[in-house]
């Protein structure tokens, strides 16, 4: 991959099948959600994703809404909380409910200024994989031309945030396997 632009920051993971494939990201210094394309004939997210900017509004409450993951991770890394605890179960953390509410419109609807990328995570060497700042990883983007099949077409869908599953078919939020 050539062009690749510097590490950006990473606020919040939002699904993860074998690696990010869903989330929200700083491209050119600037917030966007990051969603990878599913390739049909490979049968598996690939390294192009889309992006889209977000607002400084939907920025915090995104980040706000990781900020209760973290706590939750932290209490189920420790062994203190199990899977059934997840706050994106539903009726477990009003709070984040309220957020979810409040963001799921944000998540059907792409931007008209949507580009197409390729990414590459890089790691930061830190104890946990999540803290309040944001997973363990880095982003640098390579933009390509945009040639997107629809979302809903035979070529490629975008991963989106579970409708009726906190979990979807992947993981979100570093759900860990079942």
């Known amino acids: 991959m050539t ?3 510097p590490p950006e920051r990473v606020y919040v993971e939002l699904d ?3 690696g990010p494939i869903a989330g929200i990201a700083n491209l050119d210094g600037r917030p966007h959600r990051f969603s990878s394309l599913f390739d049909k004939t490979e049968e598996e997210y690939s390294k192009t994703f889309v992006v889209w900017p977000i607002d400084e509004r939907e920025l915090a409450l995104e980040i706000e809404q990781w900020r209760i993951f973290v706590d939750w991770n932290d209490k189920f890394e420790s062994g203190e909380v199990d899977t059934e605890s997840h ?5 477990l953390n009003a709070r984040w ?10 998540w059907s609807v792409v931007s008209a200024s949507v580009q197409k990328v390729l990414a590459t995570f ?4 830190r104890e946990k994989r999540y803290t309040v700042d ?7 983007w390579c933009i390509v031309p945009l040639t997107l099949p629809s979302p809903q077409g035979e070529g490629s869908k975008v991963a989106r945030k579970p409708e009726s599953s906190p979990w979807g ?3 979100v939020m570093g759900e860990p396997p079942k």
């Open 122 to 125: 890089e790691p930061i060497d």
């Open 3 to 5: 062009n690749l632009g």
């Open 169 to 171: 078919e992947g993981r």
């Open 97 to 106: 409910d309220e957020i979810d509410s409040l963001l799921k419109r944000n």
């Open 87 to 91: 706050p994106g179960g539903g009726g």
């Open 16 to 18: 993860w099948y074998g």
């Open 134 to 140: 944001g997973p363990n990883y880095t982003v640098r």
